[in-house]
């Protein structure tokens, strides 16, 4: 069974940057696409980024695109979510996801194994 752990939130100020961590344990990270997804306050969990387990093929959220990166570090069996030029509306729990079949469509229902998030806040 694959598990997940997020690492890295924390409180920020308009325009920082944080790099969230995504460590997989139980089974290798690359039989998994890896996705990110977020859930603020009064709103749906939303998809914001995915990074494929075959070709690398990264998908982004419009919302982030220019602003988030994620990569794969599979040495490491981490996936790493590089956040730039935060906005007060990134603010909410950010959960990394792993999927079996590696479409990366950032459907949630794909996803079968999510860790337990970790709090972005951005604010001043």
């Known amino acids: 069974q694959l598990q997940l752990v997020e690492s890295g939130g924390g409180l920020v100020q308009p325009g920082g940057s944080l790099r969230l961590s995504c460590a997989a344990s139980?089974?290798?990270?690359?039989?998994?696409?890896i996705g990110w997804f977020r859930q603020a306050p009064g709103k749906e969990r939303e998809a914001v980024s995915c990074i494929s387990n075959n070709n690398g093929t990264t998908h982004y959220a419009d919302s982030v695109t220019g602003r988030f990166t994620i990569s794969r570090d599979s040495a490491k069996s981490v996936v790493y979510l590089q956040m730039n030029g935060l906005k007060p509306e990134d603010t909410g729990v950010y959960y990394c996801?792993?999927?079996?079949?590696?479409?990366?469509?950032?459907?949630?229902?794909?996803?079968?194994?999510w860790g337990q998030g970790t709090q972005v806040t951005v604010s001043s």
């Open positions: 139980g089974l290798p990270l690359d039989y998994y696409a």
């Open positions: 996801a792993g999927e079996i079949w590696g479409w990366c469509r950032m459907q949630s229902s794909d996803f079968t194994s």
